[in-house]
Protein backbone atom coordinates (compact mmCIF):
# COMPACT_ATOMS: atom_id res chain seq x y z
CA UNK A 1 0.00 0.00 0.00
CA UNK A 2 0.78 3.37 -0.43
CA UNK A 3 1.52 5.89 2.41
CA UNK A 4 0.22 9.14 1.51
CA UNK A 5 0.58 12.59 3.67
CA UNK A 6 -1.09 15.80 3.41
CA UNK A 7 -0.74 19.35 5.02
CA UNK A 8 -2.34 21.20 6.02
CA UNK A 9 -4.62 18.62 7.92
CA UNK A 10 -7.54 21.33 8.63
CA UNK A 11 -7.69 25.09 8.07
CA UNK A 12 -10.15 28.17 8.64
CA UNK A 13 -9.73 30.78 5.76
CA UNK A 14 -11.91 34.02 4.59
CA UNK A 15 -13.49 34.36 1.88
CA UNK A 16 -12.05 35.67 -1.01
CA UNK A 17 -8.06 33.98 -0.13
CA UNK A 18 -6.92 30.57 -1.72
CA UNK A 19 -5.01 28.13 0.23
CA UNK A 20 -3.14 25.62 -1.19
CA UNK A 21 -2.52 22.09 -0.04
CA UNK A 22 0.07 19.77 -0.34
CA UNK A 23 0.07 16.00 -0.93
CA UNK A 24 3.07 13.58 -0.72
CA UNK A 25 3.38 9.82 -1.41
CA UNK A 26 6.21 7.81 0.09
CA UNK A 27 6.78 6.07 -2.86
CA UNK A 28 6.83 6.90 -6.98
CA UNK A 29 3.30 6.86 -8.70
CA UNK A 30 2.23 7.98 -12.05
CA UNK A 31 -1.48 8.96 -11.22
CA UNK A 32 -2.59 10.54 -8.76
CA UNK A 33 -6.53 12.14 -7.90
CA UNK A 34 -7.58 15.02 -5.90
CA UNK A 35 -11.61 14.31 -4.52
CA UNK A 36 -14.07 16.80 -2.28
CA UNK A 37 -16.27 15.38 0.24
CA UNK A 38 -18.76 17.99 1.04
CA UNK A 39 -20.36 17.81 4.60
CA UNK A 40 -22.49 15.15 4.94
CA UNK A 41 -21.96 13.80 0.83
CA UNK A 42 -19.75 11.36 -0.36
CA UNK A 43 -16.54 11.44 -2.64
CA UNK A 44 -16.33 13.44 -5.71
CA UNK A 45 -13.46 13.39 -8.31
CA UNK A 46 -11.96 16.68 -8.82
CA UNK A 47 -9.66 16.58 -11.28
CA UNK A 48 -6.56 13.78 -12.45
CA UNK A 49 -2.95 14.87 -11.78
CA UNK A 50 -0.33 12.61 -14.37
CA UNK A 51 3.64 13.80 -13.84
CA UNK A 52 4.17 15.95 -16.77
CA UNK A 53 1.07 16.75 -18.43
CA UNK A 54 -1.80 19.39 -17.21
CA UNK A 55 -4.20 18.13 -14.88
CA UNK A 56 -7.63 16.73 -16.36
CA UNK A 57 -10.43 18.30 -14.61
CA UNK A 58 -13.88 16.96 -14.52
CA UNK A 59 -17.26 18.50 -15.04
CA UNK A 60 -18.18 20.81 -13.13
CA UNK A 61 -14.57 21.85 -12.17
CA UNK A 62 -12.14 24.64 -13.97
CA UNK A 63 -7.92 25.55 -13.50
CA UNK A 64 -8.80 29.09 -12.66
CA UNK A 65 -10.52 28.12 -9.12
CA UNK A 66 -8.63 24.99 -8.75
CA UNK A 67 -4.95 25.28 -10.26
CA UNK A 68 -2.88 21.80 -9.75
CA UNK A 69 0.94 21.41 -9.86
CA UNK A 70 2.58 17.97 -10.05
CA UNK A 71 5.91 18.47 -10.28
CA UNK A 72 7.55 14.89 -9.41
CA UNK A 73 6.23 11.35 -8.79
CA UNK A 74 5.70 11.45 -4.87
CA UNK A 75 4.26 15.33 -4.65
CA UNK A 76 1.59 17.41 -6.32
CA UNK A 77 -0.61 20.40 -4.98
CA UNK A 78 -4.12 21.70 -5.28
CA UNK A 79 -4.92 25.52 -4.38
CA UNK A 80 -8.52 26.53 -3.76
CA UNK A 81 -8.71 29.91 -5.41
CA UNK A 82 -11.05 32.64 -4.45
CA UNK A 83 -12.87 30.95 -1.55
CA UNK A 84 -16.25 31.29 -0.62
CA UNK A 85 -18.08 29.07 1.74
CA UNK A 86 -19.46 26.84 -0.55
CA UNK A 87 -16.06 25.62 -0.74
CA UNK A 88 -16.27 24.17 3.06
CA UNK A 89 -15.31 20.38 2.10
CA UNK A 90 -12.94 18.08 2.58
CA UNK A 91 -9.86 17.90 0.31
CA UNK A 92 -8.20 13.96 -0.47
CA UNK A 93 -5.37 13.12 -2.33
CA UNK A 94 -5.31 9.97 -3.71
CA UNK A 95 -2.86 7.34 -5.20
CA UNK A 96 -3.48 4.65 -7.59
CA UNK A 97 -1.11 2.24 -6.67
CA UNK A 98 -0.91 -1.42 -8.46
CA UNK A 99 -3.38 -2.75 -10.88
CA UNK A 100 -6.26 -1.85 -9.00
CA UNK A 101 -6.01 -0.29 -5.41
CA UNK A 102 -6.54 3.50 -5.24
CA UNK A 103 -5.69 4.48 -1.56
CA UNK A 104 -6.35 7.99 0.07
CA UNK A 105 -4.50 10.53 2.34
CA UNK A 106 -6.43 11.44 5.52
CA UNK A 107 -7.82 15.03 4.40
CA UNK A 108 -7.91 18.51 4.53
CA UNK A 109 -10.38 19.90 6.10
CA UNK A 110 -11.10 23.41 4.82
CA UNK A 111 -13.85 25.96 6.53
CA UNK A 112 -14.62 29.42 4.66
CA UNK A 113 -15.75 31.70 6.72
CA UNK B 1 -25.27 8.09 -16.46
CA UNK B 2 -23.31 6.40 -14.14
CA UNK B 3 -24.62 5.55 -10.77
CA UNK B 4 -24.01 3.94 -7.71
CA UNK B 5 -26.49 3.80 -4.74
CA UNK B 6 -26.06 2.23 -1.28
CA UNK B 7 -28.56 0.64 0.92
CA UNK B 8 -29.23 1.26 3.78
CA UNK B 9 -28.32 4.54 4.89
CA UNK B 10 -27.53 3.95 8.26
CA UNK B 11 -27.63 0.61 10.40
CA UNK B 12 -27.28 -0.42 13.87
CA UNK B 13 -26.23 -3.81 14.95
CA UNK B 14 -25.97 -5.67 18.16
CA UNK B 15 -22.56 -7.04 18.40
CA UNK B 16 -22.69 -10.30 17.04
CA UNK B 17 -25.85 -9.86 14.93
CA UNK B 18 -24.40 -10.02 11.27
CA UNK B 19 -25.53 -8.32 8.21
CA UNK B 20 -25.09 -6.82 5.09
CA UNK B 21 -25.01 -3.68 3.16
CA UNK B 22 -25.98 -3.49 -0.28
CA UNK B 23 -24.26 -1.27 -3.67
CA UNK B 24 -25.99 -1.60 -6.44
CA UNK B 25 -24.75 -0.15 -9.24
CA UNK B 26 -24.91 0.89 -13.06
CA UNK B 27 -22.05 1.55 -15.55
CA UNK B 28 -21.73 0.87 -19.01
CA UNK B 29 -18.89 -1.36 -18.76
CA UNK B 30 -17.08 -2.50 -14.88
CA UNK B 31 -13.29 -2.01 -14.56
CA UNK B 32 -13.76 -2.55 -11.04
CA UNK B 33 -15.92 -2.12 -7.84
CA UNK B 34 -13.98 -1.21 -4.72
CA UNK B 35 -15.40 -1.04 -1.11
CA UNK B 36 -13.57 1.63 1.42
CA UNK B 37 -14.03 2.20 5.28
CA UNK B 38 -13.94 5.60 6.36
CA UNK B 39 -13.77 6.42 10.09
CA UNK B 40 -14.89 9.93 11.46
CA UNK B 41 -12.39 12.57 10.64
CA UNK B 42 -10.17 10.26 8.43
CA UNK B 43 -9.79 9.50 4.91
CA UNK B 44 -11.26 6.22 3.18
CA UNK B 45 -9.45 2.92 3.67
CA UNK B 46 -9.33 0.72 1.05
CA UNK B 47 -11.24 -2.87 1.63
CA UNK B 48 -11.36 -4.56 -0.91
CA UNK B 49 -11.55 -4.75 -5.16
CA UNK B 50 -13.70 -6.98 -7.14
CA UNK B 51 -13.27 -7.26 -11.01
CA UNK B 52 -16.10 -9.81 -12.26
CA UNK B 53 -19.68 -11.18 -11.18
CA UNK B 54 -19.17 -14.21 -8.53
CA UNK B 55 -16.17 -12.92 -7.19
CA UNK B 56 -16.09 -12.83 -3.58
CA UNK B 57 -13.33 -11.33 -1.15
CA UNK B 58 -12.36 -11.45 2.42
CA UNK B 59 -10.68 -9.71 5.36
CA UNK B 60 -11.52 -10.62 8.71
CA UNK B 61 -15.21 -9.99 9.92
CA UNK B 62 -16.18 -8.30 6.21
CA UNK B 63 -16.70 -10.31 3.14
CA UNK B 64 -17.35 -8.95 -0.73
CA UNK B 65 -19.62 -10.45 -3.48
CA UNK B 66 -19.94 -8.93 -6.81
CA UNK B 67 -23.01 -9.90 -8.93
CA UNK B 68 -23.55 -8.25 -12.67
CA UNK B 69 -25.52 -4.94 -11.05
CA UNK B 70 -24.50 -5.19 -7.61
CA UNK B 71 -22.29 -5.80 -4.59
CA UNK B 72 -23.00 -6.90 -1.06
CA UNK B 73 -19.98 -6.27 1.91
CA UNK B 74 -21.27 -8.94 4.63
CA UNK B 75 -20.35 -8.24 8.55
CA UNK B 76 -20.41 -11.55 10.08
CA UNK B 77 -20.46 -11.17 14.14
CA UNK B 78 -19.40 -7.74 14.15
CA UNK B 79 -17.60 -5.76 16.99
CA UNK B 80 -18.20 -2.07 18.10
CA UNK B 81 -14.75 -1.45 15.99
CA UNK B 82 -16.31 -2.32 12.86
CA UNK B 83 -18.42 1.45 13.24
CA UNK B 84 -18.02 3.23 10.67
CA UNK B 85 -19.18 4.38 6.86
CA UNK B 86 -18.84 1.76 4.32
CA UNK B 87 -18.21 3.59 1.02
CA UNK B 88 -18.65 1.58 -2.25
CA UNK B 89 -17.09 3.36 -5.36
CA UNK B 90 -17.14 1.71 -9.22
CA UNK B 91 -14.76 2.53 -11.81
CA UNK B 92 -15.73 2.42 -15.37
CA UNK B 93 -13.70 0.59 -18.45
CA UNK B 94 -12.19 3.47 -19.95
CA UNK B 95 -8.56 5.15 -19.15
CA UNK B 96 -9.14 7.77 -16.54
CA UNK B 97 -9.76 5.31 -13.78
CA UNK B 98 -12.23 7.65 -12.09
CA UNK B 99 -13.97 6.31 -9.04
CA UNK B 100 -17.89 6.86 -9.00
CA UNK B 101 -18.90 6.75 -5.14
CA UNK B 102 -22.19 6.34 -3.47
CA UNK B 103 -23.70 8.34 -0.88
CA UNK B 104 -22.26 5.76 1.74
CA UNK B 105 -23.71 3.40 4.74
CA UNK B 106 -23.21 4.71 8.62
CA UNK B 107 -23.11 1.55 10.17
CA UNK B 108 -23.16 1.45 14.52
CA UNK B 109 -22.39 -1.38 16.39
CA UNK B 110 -23.56 -1.54 19.49
CA UNK B 111 -21.89 -3.90 22.41
Known amino acids: SAVISQKPSRDICQRGTSLTIQCQVD?????MFWYRQQPGQSLTLIAT?????????ESGFVIDKFPISRPNLTFSTLTVSNMSPEDSSIYLC??????????FGPGTRLTVT | EDQVTQSPEALRLQEGESSSLNCSYT??????LFWYRQDPGKGPEFLFT???AGEEKEKERLKATLTKKESFLHITAPKPEDSATYLC????????????FGSGTRLLVRP
Open chain 1, 94 to 103: SVRNGPNEQY
Open chain 1, 27 to 31: SQVTM
Open chain 1, 49 to 57: ANQGSEATY
Open chain 2, 27 to 32: VSGLRG
Open chain 2, 50 to 52: LYS
Open chain 2, 89 to 100: AVQEKDSSYKLI
